[in-house]
């Protein structure tokens, strides 16, 4: 949802697709609504496969998912705020805070994030140095866990919201919306199951 606060009406400008193969499972859309101008970059790579036999298909169709986020990235113009939403079915491993270090991984991961690094984790990480960005939700502490599996332990983020680093300071909250969640969640259970939505604030296009 753009905020017509300062003005203007919101229009699709460019839609960009996955090649064949991969449609489906990512889109994105260019919107102008002056002096906004963002680009809302939608993916979901599939969970890993457990059979042997497909685990060569699913690492390409992961690579090449990640590939075209990176490509649609390069072809917008330098005033355009790209916004890349989804399901990544990976987990992004410890940042090097957590590890009690310092390092360039912090300025694209922050502290909440968990989980032992996965091949999709490590593509993803690998496109945010590559290319400025950072998962806003690793950086408040609301911002997960986004996902629950059948056991009470099992809890973790899959989903991320990632912004350019610039960005970051024009975000004013993050959290997973647990009574939306809960109100969407269609499994059977007394407590969260699923994937739960996780929603920011962020602030772009203010003019001076």
């Given amino acids: 949802m753009i905020s017509h606060r300062w003005g203007g ?10 090649p064949k193969h991969l449609q ?5 859309a260019r919107l102008r609504a002056r002096p906004v101008d963002i680009c809302c970059i939608v993916v979901y790579l599939p969970p890993r496969a457990h059979r042997q036999q497909s685990s060569g298909k699913w690492k390409t169709t992961v690579s090449g998912l990640i590939n075209w986020v990176q490509q649609t990235l ?7 705020t790209p916004i890349v ?3 990544f079915n990976s987990e992004l491993g410890e940042s ?3 590890r009690g270090q310092l390092g360039r991984d912090d300025i694209h991961i922050g502290r909440f994030c968990n989980g032992r ?5 490590e593509l993803l990480t690998s496109l945010l140095k590559e290319e400025g960005l950072a ?22 983020t899959l989903d991320y919201l990632i912004v350019p680093v610039t960005a970051l300071d024009g975000v004013r909250s993050c959290a997973v919306w647990r009574h939306e969640g809960r109100s969407l969640q269609v499994i059977a259970s007394a407590r969260p199951r699923d994937h739960y939505p996780v929603v920011a604030v962020l602030e772009v296009g203010k003019p001076n």
Avoid: I, K, M
């Fill in 117 to 121: 690094p996965t091949y999709a984790g």
């Fill in 74 to 80: 390069h072809q917008l113009p330098n005033r355009c």
């Fill in 9 to 18: 009406t919101s229009s699709a400008v460019d839609l960009y697709h996955p």
């Fill in 24 to 28: 489906g499972t990512a889109g994105a």
């Fill in 135 to 156: 998962v806003v939700n690793t950086f408040w502490q609301r911002g997960g866990p986004t996902y629950w599996g059948n056991t009470e332990t099992s809890q973790r």
């Fill in 85 to 87: 939403v989804g399901d």
């Fill in 96 to 98: 090097r805070t957590q």
